[in-house]
């Protein structure tokens, strides 16, 4: 008998459509890539050159494109808008971000940072090779996707403000599922590690100002010392967080930052200091800001000083969708093998801005391992130099995840693996 005739698009899976050999052509491509952009960094808000290089790769592989997303973020998206019976395709996104710190770099690659007191000392860099990568595999089968992929890559992550921004111009919009990754420098390169639930804290920006009066130095009991006072604050916070607050539900205060005094020879009159607040939980969250304004008012005022507070909200706690993670698990253990895919016991008291675009989405982030042989130091560190064998790694999780989401909301059976 004649072969049967479907007019219904062929199965989708990472195997069947071939990615593994093309990726593997890809891959000096994008290591050039990652490289030429951890050597111009750019600080949160700033990334015009890493935007305009990105929006160029994607343009020139097929993707509809649009800038200015966000101030400086690209949206890209790949895919039909409807499906063969009329329907709204389904829409799935992968988030991206591309910001550096104000770090100095001190790795010593070949490959350093060009620009004076800037580093991609958080591996964004990574994450935004990693985003090219899969751009460009997706864009090989587009014919045969069944669905609608939405790019979004991110400015102004470590200012936890692009999100916001991006969000606020409708980058989320029609958006049914979202994923994304950080990397993670205590697991290997080779592997992932995922986690259902609470995966990142929510986190505060606090700013305190003492204020005391000034006076000689060398008659301080004539005077009120803001520094003094400021020492105070430090400490004291640090041991009423662990009597007045449950050990169960554990907060961090920590101050990054204390700005004071004109003269060697003089009493300061005024400390600004500026830290960040991280908590899992979202109740205890919520009342941190008025009992953190109650406990520097009591030790000021106990020293003869005053206090201002301020307080604001970074971000609130990434959640992990369970299906959505366990389905990256599941991409991971088919594509790296049962044990590259780690379940991760605790959470990070680290904060992220991706949970701001989980409002009213699922969505899920994993973290890619990037250490080598030797380790790798934390992130954050002017010495962070993640081991490059980690993106094909982020790049085939991610882009297999995707594939199996859209599979599976448009209906359209996913060949096995």
């Given at each position: 008998?004649?072969?049967?005739?479907?007019?219904?698009?062929?199965?989708?899976?990472?195997?069947?459509?071939?990615?593994?050999?093309?990726?593997?052509?890809?891959?000096?491509?994008?290591?050039?890539?990652?490289?030429?952009?951890?050597?111009?960094?750019e600080l949160s808000g700033h990334e015009q050159q890493t935007a305009a290089l990105v929006s160029g790769e994607l343009r020139r592989w097929g993707w509809r494109v649009r800038e200015g997303v966000g101030r400086t973020?690209?949206?890209?998206?790949?895919?039909?808008?409807?499906?063969?019976?009329?329907?709204?395709?389904?829409?799935?996104?992968?988030?991206?971000?591309?910001?550096?710190?104000?770090?100095?770099?001190?790795?010593?690659?070949?490959?350093?940072?060009?620009?004076?007191?800037?580093?991609?000392?958080?591996?964004?860099?990574?994450?935004?090779?990693?985003?090219?990568?899969?751009?460009?595999?997706?864009?090989?089968?587009?014919?045969?996707?069944?669905?609608?992929?939405?790019?979004?890559?991110?400015?102004?992550?470590?200012?936890?403000?692009?999100?916001?921004?991006?969000?606020?111009?409708?980058?989320?919009?029609?958006?049914?599922?979202?994923?994304?990754?950080?990397?993670?420098?205590?697991?290997?390169?080779?592997?992932?590690?995922?986690?259902?639930?609470?995966?990142?804290?929510?986190?505060?920006?606090?700013?305190?100002?003492?204020?005391?009066?000034?006076?000689?130095?060398?008659?301080?009991?004539?005077?009120?010392?803001?520094?003094?006072?400021?020492?105070?604050?430090?400490?004291?916070?640090?041991?009423?967080?662990?009597?007045?607050?449950?050990?169960?539900?554990?907060?961090?205060?920590?101050?990054?930052?204390?700005?004071?005094?004109?003269?060697?020879?003089?009493?300061?009159?005024?400390?600004?200091?500026?830290?960040?607040?991280?908590?899992?939980?979202?109740?205890?969250?919520?009342?941190?800001?008025?009992?953190?304004?109650?406990?520097?008012?009591?030790?000021?005022?106990?020293?003869?000083?005053?206090?201002?507070?301020?307080?604001?909200?970074?971000?609130?706690?990434?959640?992990?969708?369970?299906?959505?993670?366990?389905?990256?698990?599941?991409?991971?253990?088919?594509?790296?093998?049962?044990?590259?895919?780690?379940?991760?016991?605790?959470?990070?008291?680290?904060?992220?801005?991706?949970?701001?675009?989980?409002?009213?989405?699922?969505?899920?982030?994993?973290?890619?391992?990037?250490?080598?042989?030797?380790?790798?130091?934390?992130?954050?560190?002017?010495?962070?130099?993640?081991?490059?064998?980690?993106?094909?790694?982020?790049?085939?999780?991610?882009?297999?995840?995707?594939?199996?989401?859209?599979?599976?909301?448009?209906?359209?059976?996913?060949?096995?693996?």
């Open positions: 008998m004649p072969a049967s005739i479907s007019n219904s698009p062929p199965p989708l899976s990472w195997q069947t459509l071939d990615l593994d050999s093309q990726l593997q052509a890809l891959l000096p491509e994008l290591i050039q890539l990652r490289r030429h952009i951890h050597r111009h960094p973020g690209v949206v890209a998206e790949l895919g039909p808008s409807r499906l063969a019976s009329g329907a709204a395709a389904p829409l799935v996104a992968l988030r991206v971000d591309m910001d550096a710190l104000p770090v100095e770099e001190r790795t010593g690659l070949d490959y350093s940072s060009c620009i004076q007191g800037l580093m991609h000392a958080c591996g964004h860099d990574l994450h935004t090779a990693v985003g090219l990568g899969v751009a460009r595999l997706l864009a090989q089968v587009a014919p045969q996707l069944p669905a609608r992929v939405r790019l979004l890559f991110q400015p102004a992550e470590e200012t936890a403000q692009g999100a916001a921004w991006m969000r606020a111009d409708g980058a989320m919009e029609g958006v049914e599922a979202i994923f994304g990754l950080h990397v993670f420098p205590s697991l290997a390169a080779g592997s992932i590690g995922v986690r259902c639930g609470s995966l990142t804290a929510a986190a505060g920006e606090l700013e305190v100002e003492v204020l005391g009066e000034g006076g000689h130095g060398a008659r301080p009991h004539q005077s009120t010392d803001a520094i003094w006072i400021a020492a105070r604050v430090v400490s004291g916070l640090q041991e009423a967080i662990s009597r007045r607050l449950d050990a169960l539900h554990p907060v961090v205060v920590s101050f990054g930052r204390i700005e004071g005094g004109k003269a060697f020879n003089v009493i300061a009159d005024h400390v600004r200091l500026l830290g960040t607040v991280r908590c899992l939980d979202t109740e205890v969250h919520a009342q941190l800001p008025g009992w953190i304004e109650e406990t520097v008012l009591a030790l000021c005022r106990g020293h003869g000083g005053e206090a201002r507070v301020h307080y604001r909200v970074i971000s609130p706690p990434v959640h992990n969708d369970p299906e959505l993670t366990k389905m990256v698990a599941e991409v991971g253990v088919e594509l790296l093998g049962p044990g590259q895919v780690l379940w991760l016991e605790q959470p990070s008291l680290g904060a992220e801005d991706f949970a701001q675009l989980l409002d009213g989405t699922r969505g899920t982030m994993f973290r890619l391992g990037v250490a080598g042989p030797g380790g790798c130091t934390p992130l954050h560190s002017n010495s962070f130099a993640p081991d490059e064998a980690c993106l094909p790694v982020g790049v085939k999780v991610l882009t297999g995840s995707l594939l199996r989401w859209m599979a599976k909301a448009s209906g359209v059976e996913e060949a096995a693996a």
